[in-house]
């Protein structure tokens, strides 16, 4: 596959652009309990500034690579590879164009649109 299907990429629950880098398109699914599952297509090459969260974060690439950034410590995560951050661990990246990821929250990390 190329892109999600369809059926996952509803208007409702795109993610708004303050929320995500540059470049990427994004959508959003909450549990009961708050904790979100976001996926998103990067459009073109970018970055992600670091940040923290106050949650930990898993995540698996789907397609393309992402890098993660920690300590000055690059590491890829490419398609099939899955990766856990830590709360309170801060952390950037990188990611290509045509990349799909999944990542899932422990807390509230997007609005959406």
């Known amino acids: 596959m190329r ?10 629950n795109s993610i708004a652009s303050e929320s995500q880098s540059e470049g990427v398109k994004g959508w959003v699914y909450e549990g009961i309990d708050g904790k979100q599952m976001a996926y998103w297509v990067c459009e073109r090459d970018g970055i992600s500034n ?3 969260h106050e949650f930990d974060e898993y995540f698996t690439v789907v397609h393309g690579r992402y890098t993660v950034i920690i300590n000055g410590r690059r590491i890829d ?3 099939g590879d899955e990766y856990f951050i830590p709360r309170s661990v801060p ?3 990188e990611f290509v164009a ?13 609005v959406r649109v």
């Open 91 to 93: 952390h950037a990246g």
């Open 77 to 79: 995560v490419c398609k």
């Open 3 to 12: 892109d999600f299907p369809e059926f996952m990429k509803t208007p409702g």
């Open 50 to 52: 670091e940040h923290v």
């Open 98 to 110: 045509g990349t799909r990821t999944i990542h899932c929250f422990g807390g509230k990390r997007v």
